[in-house]
């Protein structure tokens, strides 16, 4: 992966929260309006966080400042870097929305916070790991994961960064498409399967990951130029090693415990790499059906 050194982040799309108030017992789903992410309920398993909190809090996201990215430090800087994914995720998506399926794009704000923060589905810390909040409309990760995602899980390729981002615009997509809405409303009529319904979401998030990957390259930044200069086969390698540390069952594994498919809420390491696998295959989200 080469990011184009003249590409210039649109720091307009990313935020930076001051940390929150109050802490988190724990971030449960599925639930109706609640996060979906990554790895939402496996990290907080792993970190020994599962509570009895539901996500009432207040929303907003504390203090906000301004993300700076001189040119000299773009690619060098981790937030600024991730910027650039952030930017080339929304490019593609702007256009293949409506294009594909007829609605318009929304851009999504990716809010970068230090340890705790206040969001519209509750307050959260780094333990839940990247997350999308469908009740604001946001993106929200603290960028110290990517060190967890590298050291605990085992994803230490680069790749595995815009591969997580990507996964959390998925769930913004389907958020815009009414899939997610229409997803809780099933777990609600349906609490047995209510798992079954978190897996296909998740699922489909990383497909359309995969989507986003094809295209990268053809992404350009706000002034039309392209962010992305090259994409290797080693790259979407690092985005399906990432996938494969992820899956419920390698969560489990870590864990030290045996592998139990009745409390899958994001699928398989096999499972999440043939979906995103699916989406870079063949470039199209319509491909993406993980329902049926």
């Not at 690619?75 to 998506?93: A, G, K």
């Not at 997509?173 to 897996?199: C, F, H, I, K, W």
């Not at 359309?208 to 979407?236: C, M, Q």
């Not at 030290?256 to 199209?284: C, I, K, L, N, P």
Request: net charge negative; charged share 15%; with cysteine.
């Amino acid at each position: 992966m080469t990011l184009n050194p003249d590409a210039s982040p649109d720091t307009g799309q990313v935020r930076q929260a001051g940390r929150g108030g109050g802490g988190v017992g724990g971030l449960p789903i599925p639930i109706p309006r609640g996060p979906v992410g990554l790895i939402v309920l496996a990290l907080l398993i792993v970190g020994g966080l599962v509570g009895g909190n539901s996500l009432l809090g207040d929303g907003g996201t504390g203090d906000q400042g301004t993300l700076s990215c001189p040119a000299q430090q773009a690619q060098q800087d981790v937030e600024c870097r991730n910027t650039l994914y952030v930017n080339s995720i929304q490019d593609y998506w702007r256009d293949a929305l409506p294009q594909v399926f007829g609605k318009q794009y929304q851009d999504s704000d990716t809010v970068f916070f230090d340890q705790v923060v206040n969001t519209g589905c509750g307050t959260a810390d780094s333990g839940v790991g990247p997350f999308y909040c469908p009740t604001d409309d946001l993106v929200y990760i603290d960028v110290s994961f990517w060190n967890e995602l590298a050291n605990r899980f085992g994803a230490k390729g680069q790749f595995a960064q815009p591969y997580v981002l990507a996964h959390e615009y998925g769930h913004h997509v389907q958020d815009l498409l009414g899939t997610e809405a229409e997803a809780r409303a099933q777990m609600e009529r349906d609490p047995a399967n209510q798992n079954a319904y978190s897996v296909a979401l998740e699922l489909q998030a990383d497909c359309y990951a995969g989507v986003w990957a094809r295209h990268a390259t053809e992404t350009k930044d706000s002034s039309g130029r392209p962010i992305f200069t090259s994409l290797t086969n080693v790259d979407i390698q690092q985005a399906l090693e990432a996938a494969a540390a992820v899956g419920d069952d390698a969560i489990q594994k870590k864990m030290g415990g045996a592998v139990d498919e009745s409390q899958f809420t994001h699928g398989s390491s096999q499972q999440r790499q043939q979906w995103f696998t699916t989406g870079y295959s063949g470039g199209d989200p319509r491909a993406c059906d993980t329902f049926h």
